[in-house]
Structure formats: structure tokens, C-alpha cells
């Protein structure tokens, strides 16, 4: 059974930074999607960025290009989202996201969701 478990959520002023974390375990293929998901009250989940593990670019959202880099440690089963220039309205909680296929950039193509951190950001 897959289980992802994110971290490094908190608060920031604007313009600072944070790095999420998220640790995967159960694939049974070393080749799959994984990706960043974010939630604001009140709005639909949008997908942030994401990457597959068999190779590729990573995809980004317009609204993070340039800010956000999607990055993943497979010595470790670690993905991370290092995430610089913050503001206000980057303000959600963050899930990590996979699934067996190569894209999910979308919620419907998700299979497997971590549980949330989230991320605050202050003007």
C-alpha cells in the first residue's frame, strides 16, 4: 500500500521561503508520478507541480514558474517542493500526490494523497 507523508509546512512573511517535503513508500515499480497539490478555503485543489520518476520535465502551474522547484532524492523516496518568493496567496495546505502513471497534474488522474501541511504566508 502506498503511503505518503509530507513535512515542512508553517508560516512565512512574504517573500521568504519554505521546503516541503514528502516521503513516499510502497510503490511497487520504480517508476511513477508524483506531484504537489494545493487547497485554499473555499477553492477547488489545483495542482502546483509535478515530476515522473522515469524521466521528463517536471510540469508547474503559471502561478508558481520561477518561484517553486519541484525536486525528488530516490535514495531516499523523497519529493520536495522548495518554495521561494512567497506570497499571500500561496497561502493553502499542500498535499503530496501519486500515482502509477506518468502524468498527474490533475485530481483525477491522483491515485494516492498524503495527508496535508499546511502553508501560511503573511503580508
Known amino acids: 500500500q502506498v503511503q505518503l507523508v509530507e513535512s515542512g509546512g508553517g508560516s512565512v512573511q512574504s517573500g521568504g521561503s519554505l521546503r516541503l517535503s514528502c516521503t513516499a513508500s510502497?510503490?511497487?515499480?520504480?517508476?511513477?508520478?508524483m506531484a504537489w497539490f494545493r487547497q485554499a478555503p473555499g477553492k477547488d485543489r489545483e495542482g502546483v507541480a509535478s515530476?515522473?520518476?522515469?524521466?521528463?520535465?517536471?510540469y508547474y502551474a503559471d502561478s508558481v514558474k520561477g518561484r517553486f522547484t519541484i525536486s525528488q532524492d530516490n535514495a531516499k523516496n523523497t519529493l520536495y517542493l522548495h518554495m521561494n518568493a512567497l506570497e499571500p496567496e500561496d497561502t493553502a495546505m499542500y498535499y503530496c500526490?501519486?500515482?502509477?502513471?506518468?502524468?498527474?497534474?490533475?485530481?483525477?488522474?491522483?491515485?494516492?494523497w498524503g495527508q496535508g501541511t499546511q502553508v501560511t504566508v503573511s503580508s
Open positions: 515530476i515522473y520518476t522515469g524521466g521528463g520535465s517536471a
Open positions: 510502497g510503490f511497487t515499480s520504480s517508476k511513477y508520478c
Open positions: 500526490a501519486a500515482t502509477d502513471g506518468v502524468w498527474c497534474v490533475r485530481t483525477v488522474q491522483v491515485e494516492y
